[in-house]
Each structure stands twice: as C-alpha cells, then as structure tokens.
C-alpha cells in the first residue's frame, strides 16, 4: 500500500460511512469511489462530482479501485465498463464482497448490459447522458440531496 494511501486512511475518520438504503438525515456527503481508465474522463468526473458536493476517491483500473476499497470505505462505486484489467460489471461484482451496501453504478458507452452482469449493479448509466441523471441517481440510491446543483434539467 502506499504513502498516499496511508495519508488517506489515516483521515477515513473524518468521514464517516453510511451504509446504501439508509436515510441521510445526518447530512453525511455521500464518498463516491470513481474508477474510470480514462484520464480526462476520471478528471471530469471527480470535478463535477466534487462540484456538486461529493467526497471522492479515484482509481484508474480494478486493481486500484480494489486496493482502495479495501482500506476506505465508500457509499457509491460509480464504473467505467471497459476497465484495462477487468469489466466494471467483474469489478463490481468483487466490489460487493467488500461492501455489500454500497451503490454501483455502471457507466458504459454502451446502451445495454447483459441480465448477468446486471444483478451486482443497482443502475446502468450511458455515457453521453446528461450529468443530472447521474447526480440524481447517486441522490436517489444514497438518500443524499443536491438541490443547489445548477443546470440539472
């Protein structure tokens, strides 16, 4: 594990975790792990994440991402598909055997995913959609709410 990992997980308690299905009465900001192998991609979504109020760790492959949830606890996966060492929808499957309540999201170039790698996701989302369906699907899956953000519809 590295430094910056080190760094990170001695900070975890400043964040507690909330586990996915819970109301977020507490104003807890949901912790997005973002795993995208793109990296303008995995830049933009942090920024817009970040924008919009979330706390978010990066990873740029499954490795990463693995390592990373293994040490800090996250209440949302969000998931590129087309991963250099693994599908997102392999990635989240491993990701449930380490936090079985978080959120997975899927996002994918393309438009349909096949019923078996549907069952570890709890939304599928295609690139290109506006960024509000994102948002509000972290929203909906967290119990968070971001109604400050601007341009949603």
């Given amino acids: 594990m590295g430094t910056n990992t080190n760094r990170i997980a001695s900070n975890v308690s400043r964040f507690p975790a909330r586990k996915y299905g819970e109301s977020n009465l507490t104003g807890i900001?949901?912790?997005?792990?973002?795993?995208?192998?793109?990296?303008?991609?995995?830049?933009l979504l942090r920024a817009v994440l970040e924008h919009s109020g979330f706390h978010v760790m990066a990873a740029k492959c499954a490795v990463d991402a693995l390592e990373i949830a293994r040490w800090l606890p996250f209440d949302v996966a969000l998931l590129d598909y087309e991963l250099p060492d693994m599908t997102g929808a392999q990635l989240a499957h491993e990701l449930r055997g380490i936090?079985?309540?978080?959120?997975?999201?899927?996002?994918?170039?393309?438009?349909?995913?096949?019923?078996?790698?549907?069952?570890?996701?709890?939304?599928?989302?295609?690139?290109?959609?506006?960024?509000?369906?994102?948002?509000?699907?972290?929203?909906?899956?967290?119990?968070?709410?971001?109604?400050?953000?601007?341009?949603?519809?």
């Fill in 99 to 153: 936090e079985p309540s978080a959120a997975i999201i899927l996002l994918s170039g393309h438009p349909h995913v096949s019923a078996g790698e549907l069952i570890y996701l709890d939304a599928h989302i295609v690139k290109g959609s506006p960024i509000s369906e994102l948002i509000d699907t972290i929203d909906s899956l967290t119990g968070s709410s971001h109604v400050g953000w601007v341009n949603r519809k």
């Fill in 29 to 43: 900001v949901p912790t997005v792990l973002c795993v995208d192998d793109d990296a303008q991609q995995r830049g």
